[in-house]
């Protein structure tokens, strides 16, 4: 759904916006500061921005080799 929203590309950048957030936020919101709090949620979720930016990437390189196979039909019927 979120794709859907903010584009399938935007995902990645946005996931890892909130996680640096949660960090920072444990870091400045709590009393005493301590990074302890937003360790968990930025280390356990980090592979997963990788993943959403791995995938996106995927999605591109699809796209670009169809729209590749689609000019080369395309030249192909106009050399006839």
């Given amino acids: ?11 990645a950048p946005l996931f890892a916006a ?5 960090v ?3 870091f400045f919101g709590l009393k005493p500061h301590s990074y302890e709090a937003g360790f ?3 280390f356990c ?6 993943c959403f930016a791995a ?6 390189q699809k796209q ?3 729209l590749q196979q689609r000019i080369e039909q395309l030249e192909a019927q106009a050399a006839h």
């Fill in 1 to 11: 759904m979120l794709s859907k929203l903010v584009g399938p590309y935007w995902v």
């Fill in 64 to 66: 670009v080799r169809a």
């Fill in 55 to 60: 995938a996106s990437q995927v999605a591109s």
């Fill in 40 to 42: 968990p949620a930025f």
């Fill in 24 to 26: 920072i936020i444990s």
């Fill in 18 to 22: 909130v996680l640096s957030a949660i």
């Fill in 45 to 50: 979720f980090l592979p997963m921005a990788f």
